[in-house]
Structure formats: C-alpha cells, structure tokens
C-alpha cells in the first residue's frame, strides 16, 4: 500500500497488528512503517543433529530487511555480544545449519533481526540443543555407473535409483542418503516405476534442473508408503512423466507418511480417468496425491500436471486435484513455498472437476501458506458435464484447511460444449476452512466462492475478478474482516439467497466493483456503505476508497511474491 491509502490503519482494533507494530490494515499487503527497528523474529528453534545443530524460526516480513543475527554460547541466559556472533543469514532466508559444534555439549542460541539502516530488533528468548552421535550412511548413484552389491561408493557408484533402494537397508537410529548424480533416470537405463522410497533412506539429487526421474507414462514415478520419519527426504529433482489412472502421476503418498519432498520440480504427469458411465467416478492428484499422511511439501515447482477425462468420449469422467489432491481423515501437510501453476483438472458428461491447483477432501486439514498458486484451469469437455469448481483451489467434504499468506492468481476455467459456472479461485464448499493474508486476482467466475460454508476470511485482498468478489450461496455464513474488495467485474460481496447471510462484515474497503458494493440476499444491491450499514444488519465500520496498491494493477502475482520476500522490494 502506498502512503495515504484509507486502508492503512483502519483494520479491527481487536485484530492483530501490522509486522511494523501499528493497528492492522486492511487487506493482505500492509504498509510497512520502516522508522522503527524491525520486529524480534518469532518460533525459533534448535534441533540437534550429528555434529551440528540446525536452527529454523519464522520469517520477518519488513521490506528494509538486510539479515538475522545468529549468536551462539555455551552459557545458559547468556548476553549476545560480538564474540558469540557467529553468522548473518540473508533476510530471504529462515534457516541456518551450524557445524561447528562438537557432540555432547550443549549449546544456547538467540538471534536478532536487522534492517539496512543498522538498526536492531530485540533479541529472540534463548533456545538450546545437544547435538549427538547419528550414523549416516551415504550411497551414490550415476547414469554411467554399474548396478552390483559391491557398489555404491562415491567411486564406484550404482547405475539406478531402483537399485540402490534395493540395496540400502538402515536399522536402530541410523539414517541413510542416496546421492544421485546429474542425468535422466528412466525406464530405458532400467529403473522400475514406481519407485518405492524407504523409510529413513533419504533420496538427494544433485538439482532439479539436472537430475531427472522420468517415468515414460509407466506408473507414478515415486510411491511413499508409511515413510514414518520425518527426516526421510526427496529433495533436488525433476519427477516427471507419471501417469498412474489410480492417482498420484508423480507422487503417491499414503499410509501415514511424514516425509518431506523439497526443492523439485514436479512436472507433466498424469491420472488419465477413461471411465464410461453415467454413474461418475473421479480420480485424484495428477502431480501429488496424499492420502492419510501428512508430509512436508516446500519449495516445489508444481506445474502442467493433469487429472481426469482422457478424453471427451469417456462419459462420467472427471478430475480432482490437476496439480496436488490431498484427501482423508488423517491428513495434516504443510505446504509452503511452492510454485503451483499450469495444472488442470478435466471432466465430462456426469463427472465433475474440482481443484484446478489443489484439491481439499475427505476431512483433510492441509496448512497451505506463503504458496504462488496461478494459472491452472478446469476444463469442462461435455455439455452435460458435472460442476467444475475452484480453478486455483477446491476445498470441501468438512475439510478444515488454513490458507494464509498465498497468491491465488489468473486461475480459468473453459467449455469445449455448454458452459462453465462457478469456478472461482478459491471454491469452498461444504467447510469451515480460513483464509487471512492472501491475493486472491483476475480469477475466472470471481475470486472466493462460498457454498454451504462459514469461513474465517480475514485481511485477504480480493480484486480484479472477472465476476464478484465473494460469492455466498447455499446457506454459507462467513466472518469477513479487514479485507479489500476492489476491481472486480460484478458486485464486491454477493449473496446469493434469503440464507446467505454473514456473522459478521465489518472493517473491509470497498472500491470500484463494477455492479455493485454489495449484493444482499439476492435482492438489493448497496452503492456505499452509509446504506449498507444502516439496511444490513450484520454490516459495520466497513468503508471506501481507492485502496493506492504499489505496482499492483499491473500484475497482483508479481506483487505479492516481492513484498513476501521472493525477489525484488516493495514499499508497501
């Protein structure tokens, strides 16, 4: 927000503050004040390892961040000054890996944030770790070595992924590290697929520009099967070319799964669905399909992945999930820090297609946050075709997601015969789901889209989609709060019937939607908010005003990975 938006410190008093100490704004992109020293950095954490101890902690947002402070002592309640200095970690960073410490001694830690005009946040309180004996086996993989048991050393390494799996067993507290070196593993080198991951056998590649698991469209490329040890890693490849009608073209994850897929790039895979009924049947998860497990999934590239009708003679064919579906009881993942985008989900006559970017069932409670969710579609092939919803994200079946801090941008939806209806970047249907602090824009069929639901939307910015705002239907009864509604082709709030009415509507900014501010119970559309709140009684202290975005007609996307810390700055 630049100086001077109405929207800046206008936010619910009983609201949190803004990072910069200052009453909440409205809307997910706050203006930063940068007079003050930046803010102490929050949840930090220690966790000890073989010979080192890894810290992690939640990113400042401040857009004047220049580093993190990193102080170490072997004192309990210790004072950080210079000599316990240790490192300064990159403003974009949250991380850091320290070595140099010896196992068995115990270590204590705090760390400050600091800006580009030297000034310092206060101190973290002081967290500690004893790092200890852990044996690591490690392995190595490469396309030009030679699949046999007296292999495997850095020298002398295994042909395939497939064999090293087959090879490496771990016991006790012992983990295990298959280093696979640059090239394409395929079927035509001999790898299997799917392959199997094992528990506590961490597979490492050596980018994911460079090493590449490709399928060929024989079966999933990666299963994870009860990988129970969250230490157990897939990090630095491109898995591409699954296909699996069943679900998970690129990865399946199922059976209580907690592992953590890092840093690849997930890509043009497949759930081909050639079913022929008037009885429908959808299948999940053309990139990424978890199922009653709850993994880590961050800093993925996710895109062109496909789910659903093969094509338009399979009636009864749909698709849930085009890029990630995430399903059942039992699954809690945390997904952050992914690029979700050119995925579809497809139906035809009968079947339905859900979750253009990500797909949310079966009473799964995903956390979905700091994510660039853009440019995935549904695309409908039969006129008869089944409802499409949530071009960008689909949440239903009493799932209880939390959305937060993500951009959810460009999202379609199309017709080959008949037409679309309902899609939205964000479908909620059936759920009691939040979503604070995001960009929902220039979405097809409106930006958020409520059915049966009664949401938390809070401090969200909702602009320029190509039909309302936020769309109420079937009995939903949100809390709207401190949000922007601004830009968008039809009305900023619109409620569909009589039973759409919110809790509560209060401290949002309205600003040129073009039909109307607000549409109640489909039946009478307000033009400001002096009618709107004295006619609607669940409406107050909400009010209007060009909200003065920075560089943000332009391109929504662009603007929030900058003022979130992906790239380039932002002042506001």
């Known amino acids: 927000l630049l100086q001077g938006s109405p929207a800046i410190n206008a936010g619910a008093p009983n609201t949190p503050f803004d990072p910069d100490g200052s009453r909440a704004d409205i809307g997910a992109l706050p203006f930063f004040d940068t007079s003050g020293a930046p803010k102490t950095p929050r949840n930090l954490r220690a966790v000890p390892g073989n010979s080192q101890v890894a810290l992690t902690w939640s990113a400042n947002i401040e857009p004047d961040l220049a580093y993190y402070a990193i102080y170490r002592s072997q004192s309990s309640g210790f004072v950080p000054s210079s000599g316990d200095s240790i490192a300064r970690v990159n403003a974009l960073d949250s991380t850091y890996l320290d070595i140099g410490v010896t196992n068995g001694n115990t270590y204590y830690y705090r760390i400050c944030a600091v800006d580009s005009y030297w000034k310092k946040s206060d101190f973290t309180a002081e967290v500690s770790a004893t790092p ?5 086996w490690h392995y190595y993989v490469d396309d030009s ?9 850095q020298s002398s390494p295994w042909k395939t992924v497939t064999y090293a799996l087959s090879r490496v067993y771990v016991t006790g507290g012992d983990y295990a590290v298959i280093h696979v070196s640059p090239g394409t593993y395929s079927r035509s080198l001999g790898e299997v697929f799917p ?7 961490s597979l490492l590649g050596a980018g994911a520009e ?12 990666l299963k994870c099967v009860a990988i129970s040890d969250s230490a157990t890693h897939v990090e630095g490849f491109t898995i591409r070319n699954g296909s699996n009608s069943s679900g998970g073209g690129g990865i399946f994850i199922t059976a209580g799964s907690s592992l953590t897929i890092a840093n690849n790039i997930i890509t043009v895979n497949k759930v081909p669905v050639t079913y022929v009924s008037t009885t429908p049947k959808s299948e999940l998860g053309g990139g990424i399909y978890i199922l009653n497990s709850s993994p880590k999934i961050l800093n993925n590239t996710i895109s062109d992945n496909w789910v659903g009708a093969a094509d338009l003679f399979n009636t009864g064919s749909g698709g849930w999930g085009g890029g990630v579906a995430i399903y059942g009881d039992d699954s809690a993942p945390i997904f952050r820090g992914n690029i979700i985008t050119g995925n579809t989900a497809i139906n035809t006559a009968f079947a339905t297609a859900y979750g253009g970017g990500i797909y949310v069932g079966g009473n ?3 956390t979905i946050v700091q994510n660039n969710i853009t440019g995935n579609s549904l695309r409908q092939l039969g006129a008869t075709s089944g409802p499409t919803r949530g071009g960008g994200i689909y949440i239903g079946a009493q799932a209880t997601a939390v959305v937060a801090n993500d951009s959810i941008a460009n999202n379609t939806a199309s017709a080959m015969y008949g037409s679309v209806k309902a899609c939205a970047g964000i479908f909620l249907d059936g759920t009691f789901a939040s979503i604070s602090n995001t960009v929902v824009a220039k979405n097809d069929f409106g930006g958020i889209h409520l059915s049966l639901s009664s949401p938390k ?3 969200n910015t909702i602009v320029y989609n190509k039909q309302d705002g936020i769309y109420l239907s079937n009995v939903s009864m949100p809390t709207l709060i401190n949000n922007i509604l601004a830009f968008n082709a039809r009305d900023g709030i619109h409620e569909d019937s009589y039973g759409d009415d919110p809790d509560v509507v209060s401290y949002n900014l309205f600003y040129s939607n073009e039909s109307s501010l607000y549409y109640d119970e489909g039946s009478k559309r307000y033009y400001n908010v002096q ?12 009010i209007e005003g060009d ?3 920075v560089d943000f007609r332009a391109e929504p996307a662009a603007e929030i990975r900058r003022s979130r810390g992906f790239g380039g700055s932002c002042s506001g």
């Open 531 to 542: 009618n709107l709140h004295n006619e609607v009684p669940e409406c107050s202290n909400n």
């Open 547 to 549: 909200p003065l975005f």
């Open 145 to 153: 070595g030679v699949n046999a048991p007296e292999r495997g050393s």
């Open 210 to 221: 460079t090493t590449i698991l490709d399928a060929s469209g024989s079966g999933s490329v």
């Open 195 to 201: 392959i199997s991951v094992k528990n506590k056998v």
């Open 364 to 366: 799964a409670s995903p």
């Open 457 to 459: 939307i809070v401090n």
């Open 132 to 136: 200890h004996e852990v044996t690591t």
